[in-house]
């Protein structure tokens, strides 16, 4: 199929999918446009839950499998939104739209790079699309429920703005929920154990709280408290105090690591993590995509956000067309340029990297 034509449907498919509400768990008719592109192109695909798939015409059981996947939900508008959020306009060269960038634009771009490689025969590796739901609130209805259904998957590209440079790693995600406790009292009588009073020595120790084990990739594991919550009367001294902490995890250390670390050291009386699902992920530099993208001039570095890549098991790089700084921001918008180069990236990576 003809590149150009192929991006031009793209372009087309991203605007279809911006004027189409899709906010996490709502994905059913954006998984509609994803399906129509399949029917139109006369490719093969499934559908599960609002997760939409499909594998290249040559599959093989005995070659591995590269999968290409990126999301099709939104956050929800911010308030400080100028334009309407669901109106797809191209103005000099920007198509403004919710989720135009995060992650429309690699979404299509994806999408249209299966398309083109689709037929090919003379591939290393097996491609299998996934157009998936749920990843702005880390779903179960999203890629980790779709994984058992679709071959064992080797490689993962995760389509995520990046500029197009390769995101060699990403940071996992630990949320914990801490408790400091007190004796709870009159505020007019003396207390010498106020569960708030005793926060702040572990706020210091939160603060000043550093693990040994720094990532080249990534840089250190960094820990922030995020939330406090205590009382609920004005003269009642709380029996508790509550925290929220917030762990970015690097390549280092697994998230059941992070866990006991925080359990056997924390100068808390309770400390729980909500999940340890959202794992760090990472790609050897000497992996054939690696080395295939540096040859075309792509720049590596470690991520810092989260992504679906937190769900795979599997060696995944994170790469896209569009900027992260522009994700969830008001007037949100990708260059149509960049959804253009994006796709012609792509394919030259995975022609590379995979012939």
Not at 68 to 94: C, M, Q, W
Not at 180 to 196: K, L, R
């Amino acid at each position: 199929m003809q590149l150009e034509k192929l991006q031009q449907e793209a372009i087309e498919l991203l605007k279809n999918l911006i004027q189409t509400q899709s906010l996490s768990g709502e994905e059913e008719k954006t998984a509609d446009l994803l399906e129509n592109w399949f029917k139109q192109h006369e490719i093969p695909h499934k559908r599960f839950l609002n997760n939409v798939w499909a594998i290249n015409q040559h599959f093989e059981k005995d070659k591995p499998t590269l999968l290409l996947n990126s999301h099709h939900d939104t956050v929800k508008p911010n308030s400080a939104y100028t334009r309407d959020p669901f109106k797809a306009d191209i103005e000099n060269g920007k198509l403004y739209g919710l989720g135009s960038n995060d992650a429309g634009g690699c979404l299509v771009s994806l999408l249209a790079t299966f398309t083109y490689l689709y037929s090919d025969e003379n591939l290393s590796h097996n491609i299998l699309f996934a157009g998936t739901a749920e990843e702005e609130i880390n779903g179960k209805n999203g890629i980790a429920a779709l994984l058992p259904e679709i071959p064992k998957i080797d490689v993962a590209i995760v389509g995520e703005p990046t500029l197009m440079n390769l995101a060699v790693a990403e940071k996992g995600l630990v949320v914990f929920d801490a408790v400091v406790q007190g004796t709870p009292s009159h505020a007019a009588h003396p207390n010498n154990d106020n569960s708030i009073y005793k926060t702040a020595k572990v706020l210091e120790w939160f603060e000043n709280f550093k693990l040994e084990k720094v990532s080249k990739n990534l840089g250190e594991v960094k820990v922030t408290v995020t939330q406090i919550n205590a009382g609920s009367q004005h003269n009642v001294v709380p029996a508790k105090t509550h925290l929220v902490i917030d762990v970015r995890v690097n390549d280092k250390y697994s998230n059941k690591e992070i866990e006991q670390i925080l359990k056997d050291e924390a100068p808390v009386d309770e400390i729980n993590a909500r999940s340890l699902r959202l794992n760090s992920s990472s790609i050897p530099l000497d992996h054939e995509l690696v080395k295939a993208g540096i040859n075309l001039g792509m720049e590596t570095y470690g991520s810092p956000t989260l992504s679906d890549q937190a769900m795979l098991s599997c060696p995944s790089l994170k790469l896209g067309p569009g900027d992260s700084t522009r994700s969830h921001s008001a007037d949100e918008f990708i260059y149509v340029k960049e959804i253009e180069e994006g796709i012609e990236k792509y394919i030259k990576l995975l022609e590379k990297a995979l012939k």
